[in-house]
């Protein structure tokens, strides 16, 4: 099955920009679905934007309009730049691939996806 390496996180201050990104092996990402993840100590893990196989985006609202996800084929990899980052943003960020098949308004659900990245983390001052 797919393993799922994330990187990308850091240190930003607000009002800047970071793409995470999250390369692939074992499989290649075209037969998934994948989302990005985040959580903070003590709370749910929640998405942040996720994309099918054939390129179809759903976005957290506390994201829309400030993130993009994308899928790279060249890189077997899943990209997620968010940009005016915002302290609220500070998180892990978890990568996710889904062998199922997921409905667009289950993208943001973790129940949805089997596989998980061991995550980065973004901090933003």
């Known amino acids: 099955h797919v393993q799922l390496v994330e990187s990308g996180g850091g240190l930003v201050q607000a009002g800047g920009s970071l793409t995470l990104s999250c390369v692939a092996s074992g499989d290649t990402i075209s037969r998934y679905c994948m989302g990005w993840f985040r959580q903070i100590p003590d709370k749910e893990r929640e998405g942040v934007a996720g994309?099918?196989?054939?390129?179809?985006?759903s976005y957290a609202d506390s994201v829309q309009g400030r993130a993009i996800i994308s899928q790279d084929s060249n890189m077997n990899a899943v990209h997620l730049e968010i940009n005016d980052l915002k302290p609220g943003d500070t998180a892990m960020y978890y990568c996710?691939?889904?062998?199922?098949?997921?409905?667009?308004?289950?993208?943001?659900?973790?129940?949805?996806?089997?596989?998980w990245g061991q995550g980065t983390q973004v901090t933003v001052s």
């Open positions: 996710a691939a889904s062998d199922s098949g997921v409905a667009w308004w289950s993208l943001l659900d973790k129940e949805s996806y089997q596989y």
């Open positions: 994309i099918e196989s054939d390129g179809s985006t």
